[in-house]
């Protein structure tokens, strides 16, 4: 009787299986990640995805650097105002002309594993970096040498006075201090040694990476045991974890829900201003986009006011210059208000009438993608026809990339310095200068800026800079969104950060 | 018989073969650029050729095409572009997660799909049947992620009694996999169960109708036994070919009959590190030999149990001879 005991055979696993299931009543949903014993206990964070990998050289994910950020130093790194002030390095001079830099080390920093950090190692990173042609490569431009005269020494010359030096050395972890033996062992990319605040423990593919304290770290110790990130897509799922205590801390949360949550007070939800921008560009390589009537028509069609609400229920603020108010770099500028009719002037002047424009965003972003309806309404009142284009984010790339678009949003996240996100993006011929913007006197301000040493005299360049790229309307700046994150009622000292770096090394998870 | 296995294998390899020439130029088809994915929005030109290098995508599709099918036939998928980790690897890691998710949402369906489908033929016509046929269009038109997330916000936001997303590995902890399964198996099994129902009734129905289940009955034999040693026993030849079908397509996410949705928006919506998950990422990242990697795993599970199934079909028929 072959079948009959197949068919028993099923239904006794299929019962075993469910009775498994019920057994899930018993489920800890009281942080069952709490060491229970031990001094500081282990916090776990849910991220929105899995970084690619963990060699902080060659990712370019957020997702990564969340957690290198915690793994990782760099030799100097941004404060809660993003100035750059000591880590790795303990001081430095600067030559007088500006082309030698000489970082003094801090003393006895060791990497996670016991070995000691020294001139050496930071020789190699750049080095690397520089000659492997990895993805910070663009920030070592104007470094003509890197050299260790002694282990607690290195010195960096340079091509050109490069005033941003500082942020390039430290704005991310992208261009952290890695171990030569990590790295030619190959187990950088799944077990990085660094000499951080936390080393990572272990790295199951697809479900965690576990962080344990380095207590080799040269700062303060850390209070927390352990760190361990899950990676939960979706933020409503992300939410009930934090709600039901799986998880303690979350930067995925609902954006509709943001405003409940904070006043709910079952967990912290905290805001702050970032340094991104959201913008609008028009590509202008096409006809009509060339025209900067046409460009500015656009700008003066736009209410940015409800662009931002639809896009991110109020987590935002609404700007018309790339960075926002309170950060250093901040330049009060707001000559476009929300003007139909003087959109249709210019519209006019421009002999441009029933115009259809593609309009390109990606799922990557889904803000884009309900910015992009709000934005094709408030076209539509003006005479354009919008046609939203909605790509994964590899196809969206691939469009920019080739010039197949009319406009495109997109957002330029974590900035520190005004080199990072003007050159790039506006000057003549710029890396990420997809829209075809030029403009010589632009160009000159910005290749002036580049090494400018004396900061007010940079400011000025670069404010002069702004003014003339929101009046040509190169980009049509949006809205500078707030960095949300929430965390259980447990967790105490940790802070927000403008630029979305994620540190727990003085976070406290209190039982 | 074993002449037959062995042919059918060697036969398994030439499509194989197919699979990677196939997947291969449909990867080409499909817009984006690895590299570009790879590097984010910030980088220089020398870097994006220096990558693009690294990559081997600098070199003739053909050549591209035939290392990669030479590395193959010596068991070496290659590596990731992402993470640099061996495909094989990376693969295998996924695997018992998945497996572990699709065989227990299988067997929650057979659960449900087996006493509904054969009652809901046998009473035919009946409250039971109309239940049983509402139950299985109903499950076949909710989404599988619509009934997860109803179920995270029932059973873990209002209700507090499971888990709301992640993965504990059986051996790990059998009771804390059983609390993460449940949810993510039973959004899965109710699709799963609903096109089962409807299979086993209509499977069981045809039965019924034959000259010698007539026979049966008329030379006295109670319903009951007519049913059990008769009709159920030809009746689920077919439905074994179907949870073959069904078990190997969650595995693989792949849509099979427009029925199944595979189990990776489950996967997703779950934190499952399973299979879909994998091939979820690897498409957004254009990771070309991950998706290569796993398109090919789930070929050769298709074919195995395909196998398997025409092995078992041979076991529970005895008119079936396998040749």
């Given at each position: 009787m072959t079948r009959s005991r197949i068919i028993a055979a099923a239904l006794a696993v299929a019962l075993t299986g469910l009775a498994g299931c019920s057994a899930g009543e018993s489920v800890d949903v009281d942080g069952g990640s709490t060491a229970a014993g031990?001094?500081?206990?282990?916090?776990?964070?849910?991220?929105?995805?899995?970084?690619?990998?963990?060699?902080?050289?060659?990712?370019?994910?957020?997702?990564?650097?969340?957690?290198?950020?915690?793994?990782?130093?760099?030799?100097?790194?941004?404060?809660?105002?993003?100035?750059?002030?000591?880590?790795?390095?303990?001081?430095?001079?600067?030559?007088s002309d500006q082309l030698t830099w000489t970082f003094t080390l801090r003393e006895g920093v060791r990497f996670s594993d016991g070995s000691p950090l020294t001139a050496q190692d930071v020789v190699y990173s750049y080095q690397r970096i520089i000659n492997e042609k990895l993805n910070a490569a663009y920030k070592f431009a104007t470094v003509k040498t890197v050299t260790a005269p002694d282990p607690a020494t290195v010195v960096i010359t340079l091509t050109a006075p490069t005033p941003n030096l500082l942020a390039n050395l430290g704005g991310f972890k992208g261009v952290a201090i890695v171990q030569r033996s990590n790295v030619e062992s190959g187990a950088i990319k799944t077990r990085p040694v660094g000499s951080g605040p936390f080393t990572v423990a272990s790295y199951t593919s697809g479900d965690t990476i576990k962080l344990t304290r380095n207590d080799a770290y040269w700062g303060p110790k850390p209070k927390l045991d352990g760190v361990t990130f899950t990676f939960v897509k979706d933020p409503t799922v992300a939410l009930q974890n934090l709600r039901g205590g799986e998880v303690q801390w979350t930067d995925n949360l609902p954006p509709q829900q943001v405003p409940a949550l904070k006043e709910d007070g079952a967990v912290t939800v905290a805001t702050t201003p970032s340094t991104d921008y959201w913008y609008l560009a028009l590509n202008e390589a096409r006809k009509p986009y060339d025209d900067v009537n046409v460009?500015?028509?656009?700008?003066?069609?736009?209410?940015?006011?409800?662009?931002?609400?639809?896009?991110?229920?109020?987590?935002?603020?609404?700007?018309?210059?790339?960075?926002?108010?309170?950060?250093?770099?901040?330049?009060?500028?707001?000559?476009?208000?929300?003007?139909?009719d003087q959109a249709r002037q210019l519209l006019g002047?421009?002999?441009?009438?029933?115009?259809?424009?593609?309009?390109?965003?990606?799922?990557?972003?889904?803000?884009?993608?309900?910015?992009?309806?709000?934005?094709?309404?408030?076209?539509?009142?003006v005479g354009i026809t919008v046609k939203i284009r909605t790509l994964d984010f590899a196809q969206w790339l691939d469009e920019q990339g080739k010039g197949n678009f009319d406009a495109f949003l997109l957002g330029w996240l974590g900035n520190i310095d005004p080199d990072e996100f003007y050159y790039a993006q506006h000057r003549t011929g710029g890396t990420f200068?997809?829209?075809?913007?030029?403009?010589?006197?632009?160009?000159?301000?910005?290749?002036?800026?580049?090494?400018?040493?004396?900061?007010?005299?940079?400011?000025?360049?670069?404010?002069?800079?702004?003014?003339?790229?929101?009046?040509?309307?190169?980009?049509?700046?949006?809205?500078?969104?707030d960095v949300v994150q929430g965390w259980s009622a447990k967790v105490t000292g940790y802070q927000v950060r403008t630029d979305r770096a994620i540190r727990f090394r003085d976070v406290t998870l209190n039982r | 018989m074993g002449r037959f296995v062995l042919r059918r294998l060697l036969q398994s390899v030439v499509v194989l073969l197919g699979v990677t020439l196939v997947v291969f130029l449909l990867l080409q088809l499909v817009p984006g650029d690895p590299v570009r994915v790879a590097l984010g929005t910030r980088f220089d030109q020398q870097t994006y050729d220096a990558l693009r290098e690294r990559s081997g995508l600098d070199r003739p599709l053909v050549v591209?095409?035939?290392?990669?099918?030479?590395?193959?036939?010596?068991?070496?998928?290659?590596?990731?572009?992402?993470?640099?980790?061996?495909v094989t690897t990376i693969v295998l890691e996924r695997l018992p997660a998945t497996l572990s998710l699709a065989v227990t949402a299988v067997l929650l369906a057979l659960l449900v799909a087996f006493p509904l489908g054969v009652l809901s033929a046998v009473r035919s016509g009946s409250f039971v049947d109309h239940a049983a046929r509402v139950f299985s269009q109903f499950g076949v038109s909710v989404p599988d992620f619509w009934t997860g997330i109803m179920g995270i916000l029932l059973f873990a936001g209002v209700l507090g009694w499971l888990p709301p997303s992640g993965y504990v590995a059986l051996t790990d902890?059998?009771?804390?996999?059983?609390?993460?399964?449940?949810?993510?198996?039973?959004a899965v099994g109710l699709v799963t169960a609903s096109i089962l129902t409807r299979f086993i009734r209509s499977s069981v129905l045809e039965v019924l109708a034959e000259d010698y289940v007539r026979t049966a009955e008329a030379k006295g034999l109670r319903r009951r036994v007519?049913?059990?040693?008769?009709?159920?026993?030809?009746?689920?030849?077919?439905?074994?070919?179907?949870?073959?079908?069904?078990?190997?397509s969650l595995v693989g996410g792949v849509q099979l009959a427009s029925l199944v949705g595979g189990v990776i928006v489950i996967e997703v919506l779950f934190a499952w590190p399973g299979i879909g998950r994998l091939t979820y990422d690897a498409v957004q990242a254009r990771d070309y030999p991950v998706l290569q990697g796993a398109v090919l795993f789930v070929a050769t599970l298709f074919l195995l149990t395909n196998l398997l199934v025409d092995v078992l079909y041979a076991r529970l028929d005895p008119r079936i001879r396998l040749r």
């Open positions: 031990s001094a500081g206990g282990t916090l776990t964070a849910a991220i929105g995805g899995e970084p690619d990998q963990l060699d902080p050289h060659r990712t370019s994910a957020y997702y990564s650097f969340q957690v290198l950020e915690n793994v990782y130093d760099t030799l100097v790194e941004p404060d809660a105002d993003l100035k750059m002030g000591p880590a790795l390095a303990a001081k430095w001079t600067t030559s460009r500015r028509a656009v700008a003066f069609a736009l209410d940015r006011e409800a662009i931002t609400k639809a896009a991110k229920f109020g987590q935002a603020t609404a700007n018309q210059t790339a960075i926002p108010k309170g950060s250093s770099w901040y330049y009060d500028y707001t000559p476009y208000r929300h003007d139909p002047q421009a002999g441009v009438t029933g115009r259809t424009l593609d309009l390109m965003v990606t799922s990557e972003y889904p803000e884009t993608v309900t910015a992009a309806q709000v934005i094709a309404a408030q076209l539509k009142d200068n997809f829209h075809g913007y030029s403009n010589p006197a632009v160009d000159t301000l910005l290749d002036q800026a580049r090494t400018q040493t004396d900061e007010g005299v940079r400011r000025q360049t670069y404010e002069r800079a702004a003014k003339q790229i929101v009046d040509d309307a190169s980009y049509i700046y949006l809205y500078n969104p | 591209q095409y035939l290392s990669y099918v030479g590395h193959a036939l010596t068991g070496d998928l290659g590596v990731s572009f992402r993470s640099g980790q061996p902890d059998p009771a804390g996999w059983a609390s993460h399964v449940a949810l993510p198996a039973t007519v049913v059990v040693r008769h009709v159920l026993r030809n009746a689920l030849i077919p439905v074994v070919t179907v949870v073959g079908v069904q078990l190997a």
